[in-house]
């Protein structure tokens, strides 16, 4: 540490109320439209302890690799970077989100990651965001990806968003806060 | 072959803990299995860049939205975005929402007892400049009760949304007022272990930036994760 060094500030729960200063974002989003090729769409649902639904979560996800071999475009004149979507859930605690299909992303010199994305969860009662991953693509990512293979064998489930075999851009992943199914959450 | 280090936690105290009973809410929503390391990969070193054309005219002057003035005291408050070695974070994008002058959200879910103000909604949004500094005109917000337990006040505050260099550093907390009597009675405040990093959460009077016979004015830093060794892009005005 040298003499400027600072500690990151201390987080506070997003509260009931993010709604008023956040979700602007939503009406300055660049549509995409779902079932195109190369859009993704990923429908779910945000639950307590007591399998509640949780109808005042805020989820962010983010890629930084939404083209093959690609990095995200950001910049654009709509200010709207790519690989990023917020979205929140209504009364029924579930939430819907229409992004960019992920790319694989390199892991090391060596390796690469599955396509995934970076989730971040906000709701009242978290003091501080869960960060956690989706990854797209069913049980066969789990040989491809370090980071999985890194997880206890029981819980990889949790991070693995569900194709829909109708729809091969439809994948259904839920965010489980507690309990036994609980969805494995990263230390930050 | 070279394994990525793993993402870094964050000093004891200085962060709280998910589960926090005295704070009723933490119960049923916060995890209880171990947390996993992960590691610090090109996901986890990238991060969203907001661009100016998010920001719309009057998005920093919460007192300039509507026809009239907002009913409360008329505030400026500003501050620096820095990261861990104390350099300031350019174009990070800073959210911001409260409560009205009488405590009072404009919310569905918000039922207390005490007026909207047509002239209030209380959101606003700016990206820092190059020195890392950020600020918005807004009125004073006011205390407001919930029902955590019997007679739960929460202390006047602002919420404050950030996106530093990399996801990462994101950021949701709230700023509070000086000599607020209701802090130390408070379980979100206090959710914060240690008392400096809780009293970090305070801003600061700020007599030099008061305007006479206009506003008053509070400053307050925000040191975001991160020691600016993360790939900036080009970020387009």
Do not use: C
Request: charged share 25%.
């Amino acid at each position: 540490m040298n003499d400027s060094a600072r500690i990151p500030s201390g987080s506070q729960t997003v509260g009931p109320y993010f709604r008023i200063g956040l979700e602007y974002l939503l009406d300055r989003t660049p549509k995409l439209a779902p079932r195109v090729p190369g859009t993704i769409e990923i429908r779910g649902q945000v639950l307590d302890r007591d399998k509640v639904p949780v109808p005042d979560a805020m989820l962010e996800f983010w890629s930084p690799a939404t083209v093959e071999g690609g990095v995200s475009n950001n910049g654009e004149p709509s200010g709207f970077p790519a690989g990023f979507r917020r979205v929140a859930t209504g009364e029924d605690g579930k939430y819907t989100l229409v992004i960019e299909r992920p790319a694989p992303v390199r892991f090391n010199n060596e390796l690469m990651q599955a396509p995934h994305f970076m989730v971040l969860v906000f709701a009242r009662g978290l003091m501080r965001h869960l960060l956690s991953r989706v990854y797209l693509g069913g049980e066969k990512v789990i040989e491809a990806d370090p980071v999985l293979r890194g997880i206890a064998a029981t819980r990889r489930a949790t991070l693995i968003a569900q194709p829909e075999e109708s729809r091969a851009d439809l994948h259904s992943w839920n965010v489980v806060l507690q309990g036994a199914d609980e969805t494995v959450f990263f230390a930050w | 072959m070279t394994e990525p280090s793993m993402v870094e936690l964050a000093l004891p105290g200085t962060q709280p803990d998910y589960h926090y009973p005295a704070y009723r809410s933490s119960i049923a929503r916060s995890p209880r299995m171990p947390l996993v390391l992960l590691p610090q990969t090109m996901t986890e070193h990238g991060g969203p860049v907001f661009g100016h054309g998010l920001i719309r005219e009057y998005d920093s002057d919460l007192t300039a939205q509507h026809e009239g003035d907002p009913i409360g005291e008329r505030i400026l408050v500003h501050g620096r975005v820095l990261d861990e070695d104390g350099r300031p974070v350019r174009g990070a994008l800073v959210e911001v929402w409260q409560a009205n002058a009488a405590g009072r959200y404009k919310h569905k879910v918000d039922t207390h007892d005490a007026p909207l103000d047509p002239n209030f909604s209380g959101a606003g949004r700016m990206l820092t400049d190059d020195n890392g500094y950020y600020s918005f005109k807004t009125i004073k917000p006011g205390a407001y009760p919930w029902g955590n337990h019997y007679n739960a006040w929460r202390p006047a505050h602002i919420h404050f949304s950030l996106f530093g260099a990399g996801i990462l550093s994101r950021l949701v907390t709230q700023m509070y007022f000086p000599g607020d009597p209701l802090q130390p009675l408070d379980p979100i405040f206090n959710g914060i272990p240690d008392e400096a990093a809780r009293q970090r959460l305070v801003s600061r009077f700020d007599i030099d930036r008061s305007e006479p016979s206009y506003l008053l004015a509070f400053a307050w830093d925000l040191v975001l994760r991160g020691k600016n060794d993360t790939p900036f892009e080009e970020r387009h005005r």
